[in-house]
């Protein structure tokens, strides 16, 4: 019987590599984990986490406006971002420190290196250019931010430099029409940027309900959000102390930052994966399997390297699901339909299941739908409305979808998942007594249809 170092070896730190590892060695198997830059991936490091304490800093803009109306008189303000990032780097630091001591303590062997791979059960190891060889090798590396190949790209910076800038840009621009660059134009106009969002589609969130997007984009105008649809960049060029970004339409905007969220990519390039006969897709994407499982068959791949849903809560599931098939004896498949996700724009949207679009192009639809101020505007004066929708498939009854913008959309959306998870009808849902007063007791009392 061949013998290997590892049962298992991870090369990745991230969401999905981390509880991929994790379980395994809690499984009993021999683990070891490489990452060449910071336990956590991007999520912990540059994703999620510290993009979330930048909405909450931003956030404070609107509400400092709308305690106004319910009496407050707030002196002086200022804001500082450099201490915003010293607390943010420490909270994420501190969480670092929590991903590396859990797998520590599981029994993972961490390498804090880069990793290659070297064959089907070898991996190579650019600390100390050694190779290891393991049973099972697990590709858990990522994306990066992907740039157009735009003229003065280069002056350009991501999500990645977004979160460690100096000094917060006076006037920015934010390229792209995703998850990545609606809420960083959210951010940077919520702290007191002047900000110019610029997606070349005509409408931005793409994929999502068209109602939901329409709601989303007046909302951040009404912010102060420049928002320009159908327009895109044609050079970037440095003037002096500041940027003069030239767009197709033919506005030049002068900016002192102009950051690119125009997607991501799978950091797949020199892993050495295909010479070892992996498969990978034209994006550059790990080919798996319903049970992450590459060409090879003792190489596997989980989160944003394989092209399938690219949100931490899924990495985790793809991971975990990998350890139950792989070392607990269970073959297990990832559950990708009906992932609840939210977009911490400013409103926030939470949603789940099919947008009307999609369900329409499926069979007949029911939509039930209430835009409302919510109470926490009435008084302070604000004008933003909720957005909260239905889809209803008109025979089963089922709820095919549920689509919320306004404040707290995201926590509402993790429950209403279950809900749609569950296959509840809108029947289920007009049986559920409502929670007074809150904004979500409209998602159970829709009486009739719109459409
Ligand atoms: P997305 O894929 O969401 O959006 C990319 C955007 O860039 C789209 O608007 C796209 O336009 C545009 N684009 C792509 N290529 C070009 C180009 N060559 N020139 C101009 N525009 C271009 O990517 P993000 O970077 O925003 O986010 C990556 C992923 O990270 C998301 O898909 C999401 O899964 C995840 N994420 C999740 C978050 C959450 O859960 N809250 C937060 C942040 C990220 P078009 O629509 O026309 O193709």
Redesign the pocket.
């Known amino acids: 019987m061949t013998s290997f170092d590892y049962d298992l070896f991870v090369i990745g730190g991230g969401s999905g590599g981390v509880r991929a590892a994790r379980m395994s060695a809690q499984m009993g198997a021999r683990v070891g984990l490489a990452e060449e830059h910071r336990f956590g991936g991007t999520c912990v490091i540059r994703?999620?986490v510290p993009?979330k304490l930048l909405v909450y800093a931003a956030s404070f803009a609107s509400a400092f406006e709308d305690a106004a109306g319910f009496g407050w008189t707030l002196g002086q303000r200022s804001f500082d971002w450099t201490k915003l990032i010293a607390a943010k780097d420490a909270e994420i630091a501190r969480l670092e420190g929590v991903y590396a001591r859990n797998l520590d303590a599981a029994g993972v062997e961490l390498h804090r290196c880069r990793a290659t791979v070297a064959g089907p059960h070898e991996v190579r190891l650019a600390g100390n250019d050694r190779a290891v060889t393991a049973k099972h090798i697990l590709i858990a590396t990522g994306g990066a931010p992907f740039v157009?190949d735009v003229p003065g790209a280069h002056h350009a910076i991501t999500s990645n430099e977004a979160f460690d800038l100096p000094h917060l840009p006076g006037r920015v621009a934010v390229?792209?029409?995703?998850?990545?660059?609606s809420?960083f134009a959210g951010i940077f106009n919520g702290l007191g940027a002047q900000t110019t969002q610029i997606?070349?589609?005509k409408l931005?969130l793409?994929g999502f309900d068209e109602e939901v997007r329409l709601h989303v984009a007046e909302a951040m105008r009404a912010r102060g959000v420049d928002l320009r649809f159908g327009d895109?960049v044609a050079a970037i060029d440095r003037e002096g102390d500041h940027l003069s970004l030239r767009l197709t339409g033919g506005d030049v905007l002068a900016v002192d930052a102009v950051m690119y969220?125009?997607?991501?990519r799978p950091a797949t390039r020199g892993l050495g994966l295909e010479e070892a006969g992996v498969r990978l897709t034209e994006g550059g994407a790990v080919e798996v399997d319903g049970f992450s499982q590459s060409a090879v068959p003792s190489i596997y791949a989980v989160g944003d390297v394989t092209d399938r849903?690219?949100?931490t809560p899924v990495a985790i599931r793809e991971g975990a699901a990998f350890a139950e098939t792989v070392f607990g004896g269970r073959p297990t498949q990832a559950d990708h339909s009906d992932v609840a996700?939210?977009?911490?724009t400013q409103p926030e949207i939470g949603t789940v299941g099919l947008t009307e679009e999609q369900a329409r192009a499926e069979g007949p639809v029911e939509i039930y739908r209430a835009a409302f101020r919510p109470m926490m505007n009435t008084i302070s004066g604000r004008d933003e409305r909720m957005l909260m929708k239905l889809v209803v498939a008109k025979d089963s009854r089922r709820v095919l979808g549920v689509h919320v913008v306004g404040p707290s959309a995201g926590e509402m959306i993790q429950l209403a998942g279950i809900a749609v998870k569950m296959r509840a009808t809108k029947e289920d849902f007009d049986r559920t007594v409502a929670v007074h007063p809150t904004a979500a007791e409209e998602l159970v009392t829709l009486r009739d249809p719109v459409a």
């Open positions: 994703g999620c993009k157009p390229i792209g029409g995703g998850y990545i660059a809420e997606y070349r589609g931005f793409r895109d969220a125009t997607g991501r849903l690219a949100l996700t939210a977009v911490f």
